[in-house]
């Protein structure tokens, strides 16, 4: 009792560990990706192969592979070493490393050590500007020499110096490009100057202190036109023109770049139509002149940071001039944090250079008591963590950098690596390198996945196997296939096109199924040779195919029915017992059985077709007893009713209105019209011992016909009021428009424009002269004509000399006499004439 306990208790913890995971794999190496499975090689086992230890148990599995576990095999481990006379320095260990990974499984741990050797060599190179302002250095750095020698000599006697020096593109705006330029660099013949240039490299890396001292002096000054300098091209020809430059292998890089000013970069070449970006190549001739300058842009920053990493050298900036610190904040020390050798800020050269000394020996101890150790060529697939307490004895930390090392102790990295992948990758075998920035020490590490079992390697597996018909490897219990053929023992031959074998017109399979094995495998719902049968396009029955699988099943389009049920559909019952009555009559012998239902004669109705619609003597034999159980009307009197109508019954609606009921008896219904033409409905129910009336308790009547009184004032009534509406309406707008009118009137009256026209009903004044002789010589030419005489022996000039004052107010009757003045003064009235000439 108690091992079956603990059986169970396994059986359960292995199910806990396995819980949420599910593996899956058709090969031994593929099942094993996954962590905690198993896989069974077994010859005959016919459960899955790849399962937990529980799933394999259970089916029955003798033989189960494991996953391996990661190794580490160290290839090289040549002990620390200073260096010195014809040996190499040696500061990490070890060497050369091999690791088999197992994908997706747990990390791995490979230990390296580091230690400073004192004897390492170091190649420096002193790139600046021949500008003015940097003259001071060129002084210091001839007699600080053998300063800077000794100083060095102390912590490695294998050093050398090389120099080169660093102006702008002879182009224009770079430098001056006037004639008087070309004889005189610097304007003036006073001062001797060189011609400009972009980048000279003057003396390659050299133990021989004397051959620097005189490079340094035949270092002349010169000038550009702009105030930034190009020392960006001189410093990519310094990290990338190695054997010219002089560059040794085992050896620490320092390039000391000393400037008073910012750099040209990347697109500055355009102001001066130089479009072509850097090639980060080296372009330097036999003279050490740097050939592109005028037809390559400056190099880029990020350019610059890459081949510092690519060539480990190990950048000291040294900014001097008034502006130092500015030039430092804004622009060197950002990039001196993003070049190797932890070198963060870049060094204050003071006014006469005399600090360059201390600037050497302080950034050389930094980059010798520092290490980082970074990688190369490592997959997105492989994780690296960097562990490490750098000798400190405190807790690991997750670190790359340790500092402050010294030449009597070393310090141990652990690197953590991880395989994350969960199939295997196409590339099974790299190779990738740790090394500490700024060195050439490396360790290579040989990386192998190790994706397959040791069963799928021979002698295990066995190729061209007779258990695969000679067309596949027999491994770890089942076929591994030759290209071509597949199934459990490479029976299928699928060397022929899919197109071939299980090609239509739609597709392969008629795109509802899979070729395998040269077969269509049809999907869900499908059927045929190359699945053109469509198995759900049958009709349906009761809301399923086919009637279900009860009534039969849809084969290629068609209903393939049980022997139970017939018809297009299913829908159609074999057996006839279900339209015998009692007495094993069909149909009640008024119809014919049809698909297990009867189909009644005319007449007939009911399941079995016994109730009968055209048999009107029941109805005409109980109307008289309907009407006077139901309203009291009719031939029978209320003696002849209870005595004759003792089975009819008043109930309020009838059962074959009743959706309800549930009542089988045999009836008909019936309707009839009394005598004041209402119809009557009532149900008669026919058995064989009795027959049962029921009365419905209401019955239709035909409405009257309308007064025709009521007719006529319905319709004046409504014309009156469409009448009083419209004149309401009228009578409202009216009131509307009247109140519209004496707005704009009121509103006229407080500013009043008036409109400047004439008013119809005014005429100005007209006046009508006359012309008194006109009427004279009609009216009284006789009475004239008889003082005619009178008046042309009259003269106006007496007039004019009795009336000096201009002949005012003389009347015509003080010349004529009086009759004939009054009659001219009645006609003339207040004419007068005045003559100015007379």
Aim: include cysteine; hydrophobic fraction near 30%.
């Amino acid at each position: 009792m108690f091992d079956i306990w603990i059986v169970i208790a396994t059986l359960f913890v292995a199910d806990e560990v396995i819980e949420g995971q599910r593996c899956f794999g058709s090969r031994c190496g593929d099942c094993l990706m996954n962590e905690r499975c198993l896989w069974c090689k077994d010859q005959v086992f016919y459960a899955q192969r790849c399962g937990s230890y529980l799933e394999l148990n259970v089916s029955g599995c003798k033989e189960v592979v494991q996953r391996k576990s990661h190794t580490v095999e160290i290839l090289e481990n040549k002990e620390f070493s200073d260096g010195g006379p014809g040996l190499d320095p040696i500061q990490i260990k070890p060497q050369r490393i091999k690791i088999r990974l197992v994908p997706n499984s747990v990390r791995h741990y490979v230990m390296l050590h580091y230690k400073v050797a004192r004897n390492f060599p170091l190649d420096l190179y002193f790139l600046h500007d021949p500008s003015k302002s940097m003259e001071n250095l060129i002084t210091s750095l001839t007699q600080l020499t053998n300063d800077i020698a000794n100083e060095i000599s102390n912590i490695t006697t294998d050093f050398r110096f090389g120099l080169g020096t660093a102006m702008d593109k002879v182009i224009s705006p770079f430098v001056r490009r006037d004639p008087k330029y070309f004889i005189y660099p610097c304007g003036t013949p006073h001062v001797y100057c060189d011609h400009p240039y972009s980048f000279l490299h003057r003396q390659s890396l050299t133990a021989d202190t004397d051959a620097f001292k005189a490079a340094l002096g035949k270092v002349n000054r010169t000038g550009n036109q702009d105030i930034v300098e190009g020392l960006f091209d001189g410093l990519m020809q310094v990290m990338v023109c190695g054997d010219k430059i002089g560059w040794r292998r085992k050896a620490r890089r320092m390039v000391v770049y000393a400037t008073d000013v910012n750099f040209h970069q990347a697109g500055d070449g355009r102001t001066a139509g130089i479009l072509e970006p850097n090639d980060g190549l080296c372009h330097l001739d036999d003279r050490g002149y740097y050939t592109k300058a005028e037809i390559q842009d400056y190099p880029s920053v990020g350019q610059i940071i890459q081949k510092a990493r690519d060539n480990n050298v190990n950048v000291i900036f040294v900014i001097g001039g008034e502006e130092s610190d500015t030039m430092r904040s804004y622009y060197y020390d950002e990039l001196a944090r993003h070049l190797p050798g932890n070198i963060h800020s870049a060094s204050a050269l003071s006014y006469d250079s005399n600090n360059i000394l201390d600037i050497i020996r302080e950034n050389y101890r930094k980059l010798r008591e520092t290490v980082k150790l970074s990688t190369d060529g490592v997959p997105e697939e492989l994780v690296l963590g960097f562990y490490s307490n750098c000798g400190t004895g405190r807790p690991i930390d997750k670190t790359n950098v340790c500092e402050g090392l010294n030449f009597e102790k070393w310090v141990n990295f652990t690197i953590a690596f991880q395989s994350n992948m969960t199939t295997c990758p196409s590339q099974r075998s790299f190779n990738m390198t740790i090394f500490p920035e700024g060195l050439e020490d490396r360790v290579r590490i040989e990386v192998e996945h190790e994706c397959e079992c040791d069963c799928q390697r021979e002698p295990e597996a066995e190729p061209n196997s007779t258990n695969c018909n000679q067309r596949g490897t027999y491994e770890c219990g089942v076929c591994h296939c030759n290209e071509g053929w597949s199934g459990d023992s490479c029976e299928c031959d699928e060397r022929l096109p899919e197109a071939e074998v299980c090609g239509t017109e739609a597709g392969i399979c008629n795109n509802v199924g899979n070729c395998t094995c040269s077969k269509c495998h049809c999907y869900e719902g499908y059927s045929g040779e190359m699945c053109e049968c469509n198995d759900r396009n049958c009709p349906y029955h009761n809301g399923s195919l086919c009637g279900g699988p009860d009534h039969g099943n849809c084969s290629c389009g068609k209903c393939l029915c049980t022997s139970e049920f017939s018809g297009a559909s299913c829908d159609c019952q074999t057996s006839k017992e279900s339209c015998r009555d009692h007495n094993g009559t069909m149909c009640s012998n008024h119809g014919v059985c049809e698909c297990g239902r009867c189909r009644c004669d005319v007449g007939f109705r009911g399941t079995l077709c016994d109730t009968c619609l055209a048999c009107p003597i029941s109805c005409e034999k109980n109307f008289n007893c309907a009407q006077c159980v139901g309203f009291n009307q009719g031939p029978f009197n209320s003696t002849m009713c209870s005595k004759r109508c003792k089975n009819v019954a008043i109930v309020p609606l009838l059962n074959s209105e009743d959706l309800d009921s549930n009542f089988t008896r045999n009836h008909i219904s019936c309707f009839r019209k009394d005598m004041y033409g209402c119809l009557l409905f009532f149900d008669v129910y026919d058995s064989d011992e009795v027959t049962t009336v029921h009365v419905k308790s209401t019955k239709r009547c035909s409405p009257k016909p309308m007064d025709p009184l009521t007719i006529g004032l319905g319709i004046s009534g409504a014309v009156f009021l469409a009448g009083l509406i419209i004149i309401v309406i009228w009578k409202i707008l009216i009131l509307i428009y009247d109140r519209a009118e004496y707005s704009k009137f009121e509103a006229e009256i407080k500013d009043p424009v008036w409109e400047k026209s004439e008013s119809p009903i005014y005429h100005g004044c007209i006046t009508t002269v006359q012309n008194p002789m006109s009427d004279l010589s009609n009216n009284l030419y006789p009475e004239i004509e008889k003082y005619q005489h009178k008046m042309e022996n009259t003269a106006l000039d007496f007039i004019a000399d009795t009336n000096p004052q201009g002949f005012e107010d003389i009347g015509i009757n003080d010349i004529f006499s009086d009759d004939l003045g009054q009659l001219l003064d009645r006609k003339a009235k207040s004419v007068h004439f005045a003559d100015d000439k007379k």
